[in-house]
């Protein structure tokens, strides 16, 4: 790709044209064949790690004899 393609030229990337989009530089470890190997087992740990979150919590009636209405949505609070 140019002249100088056998030289590593760390300055080449010094000088970066205002339209560089950066959130692309590093497509290539996110899919394709050269996808990176680790996020695979990254995803299987973070899901992980929210299965036992939620397992290990204690869930309560706000109050004594409150009749529970079930819903498919979880409330969160600070």
Known sequence: WGPNSNHVCPSHWLNLPKTYHSQYSLML???GLHACTGKTMAII???TVLVSLIV???FDLA????????TAAITMSE
């Open 29 to 31: 470890f996110i899919i």
């Open 56 to 58: 290990n919590f204690e």
């Open 63 to 70: 109050y004594e004899g409150q009749i529970p209405q079930l």
């Open 45 to 47: 740990e973070m899901k």
